[in-house]
């Protein structure tokens, strides 16, 4: 058997390979971020790279419209870049002074929403109680989950203030009559109890109804309510009709004390004269630039070369952000133009025309990849004439109608929904009688499908909608 010859040996080898560089990475990032994840990663970045600043002054609508180019380079002559102060990309702007006087106006400020929590406490205060009760009322109080109801027994908080149940209990009643009604209560039973009670409309049929059968209620079998109680059905179905208008969940009209998270539409679409033009919102995305502050130590970094180099890191670095933000609002830009073309018989007649549409079609007509498309659209709102739609409303799969065309899941709920609108409340549609009437309007699906989508649209059953 021959031996192994082991030695080493110098060859040449020709490979493909993809490598993430950190700043690919990093723009890949960006153009996932929706608006607030934006703003707190360009936040970060104006802590750790002190060359970067926002830039306060906001770009005008005309500026906002321009065609975008991008002739630079990665990597700037960083002294050129520093004593120009300024760009040749409409977003690096030189950095201009603000004005540190401008006098205040009503718009910086944003009032503070009340929380339960302060909404109850100040009725409480105007409460005649002792100063044990008024001890306990403020522990109830502050206990209280976000949808008004109690999380403690009177027991459990009796051993927690050491004070007696019976006090708890005085404490509990006097919140009991508190704005809103409803509030402090145990359970929903009692909640709806208190809400009658406020409205002088708690009767011995309505309390044995919320005491004994509101899953009767919920599932519309008002057959068995009545011959329970004695009702006939037309007054259990008044008594029904009366308990939906109570609130479940009284505490949550109010502010949460968690952070609340509005939505800022990323791209306005705008109808003119006969078509619609996409526009990105410029309050939406940070204007960066480069501080003032550092050109002053241009004459120093051409003597020190530490200093020169880590300038020389640091603009790059923020050069690299400005770029990839640019980049980001194009990307957005593009598809969302790709999408409003699809989708014009929305944009002109609403939601039942809604057509299908996938990744894939935007994908390749803008000659870029699903991915690109798919995080371009992450996280990212619409504003129309027709209302806010998350960016993603308009990508679904669907049916194919009789001419074949492609019909959006979508468009196919809004037809739905107008069919049992218009239903007859005494006897309402069948899902396979919803079928028969899609069929008439060319549109094919299977039963499984409208109780499918049914479901999603959160309408009840045929035997849960009816009217006696």
């Known amino acids: 058997m021959d031996g192994i010859k082991l030695g080493f040996d110098l060859t040449i080898e020709q490979s493909q390979k993809l490598v993430m560089t950190p700043e690919l990475i990093q723009a890949i990032q960006i153009l996932q971020f929706n608006t607030q994840e934006l703003d707190a990663f360009v936040q970060e970045q104006l802590l750790v790279n002190p060359v970067l600043e926002q830039d306060q002054e906001k770009e005008t609508p005309e500026n906002a419209s321009e065609e975008r180019s991008g002739g630079e380079e990665d990597k700037l002559d960083w002294k050129e870049f520093i004593r120009n102060g300024s760009y040749d990309d409409i ?23 009340v929380t339960l929590p302060e909404h109850l ?23 209280l989950d976000e949808n008004g109801y109690m999380t403690s ?28 009604a409803g509030v402090g209560a145990r359970n929903l039973s009692e909640c709806l109890r208190l809400q009658l009670e406020a409205r002088n409309e708690l009767t011995p049929q309505m309390d044995e109804i919320i005491g004994k059968h509101l899953e009767d209620i919920a599932n519309n079998r008002l057959s068995a309510v009545a011959k329970d109680t004695g009702m006939t059905v037309l007054e259990v179905q008044e008594a029904a009709d009366i308990i939906r208008t109570l609130e479940p969940k009284p505490g949550r009209q109010f502010a949460s004390e968690m952070e609340t998270k509005y939505i800022i539409p990323d791209v306005i ?28 130590l241009l004459g ?9 180099d880590y300038l020389s890191e640091r603009v790059n670095s923020a050069n690299w952000l400005i770029r990839s933000i640019e980049q980001r609002k194009q990307t957005i830009f593009n598809v969302v133009s790709s999408v409003v073309k699809h989708q014009r018989e929305f944009f002109d007649n609403g939601s039942k025309y809604l057509k299908t549409l996938t990744l894939k079609d935007i994908a390749e007509e803008l000659g870029i990849h699903e991915s690109t498309v798919s995080r371009s659209i992450n996280g990212k709102y619409l ?15 669907g049916v194919s109608d009789q001419v ?25 549609y069948s899902d396979q009688t919803i079928v028969k009437i899609l069929e008439d309007k ?18 009840l059953s045929s035997s849960k909608r009816k009217r006696y």
């Open 91 to 113: 977003s690096y702007k030189g950095y201009r002074d603000r004005d540190e006087d401008r006098p205040d106006t009503f718009e910086r400020y944003v009032s503070s929403d």
């Open 121 to 143: 406490m100040f009725q409480y205060q105007f409460a005649t109680v002792d100063k044990g009760c008024r001890r306990v009322g403020k522990y109830i109080i502050e206990s």
């Open 153 to 180: 027994t009177t027991e459990e908080i009796s051993r927690a203030t050491g004070v007696r149940e019976e006090k708890v209990c005085e404490a509990l009643d006097i919140i009991h009559g508190f704005d809103p």
């Open 269 to 296: 679409v705008e109808k003119i004269e006969d078509d619609y033009v996409v526009i990105i919102n410029e309050s939406s995305t940070p204007h960066l630039t480069v501080s003032s502050y550092y050109r002053n």
């Open 300 to 308: 120093q970094a051409e003597k020190d070369k530490q200093l020169a």
């Open 383 to 397: 504003q129309c004439p027709r209302g806010v739609y998350e960016i993603k409303y308009f990508f679904s799969a």
């Open 404 to 428: 074949g065309e492609g019909v959006s899941s979508n468009s196919i709920k809004e037809f739905m929904k107008e069919i049992i609108d218009g239903e007859d409340k005494h006897r309402p």
């Open 442 to 459: 060319g549109f094919n699906i299977s039963r499984r499908t409208v109780a499918k989508y049914r479901d999603e649209l959160g309408i």
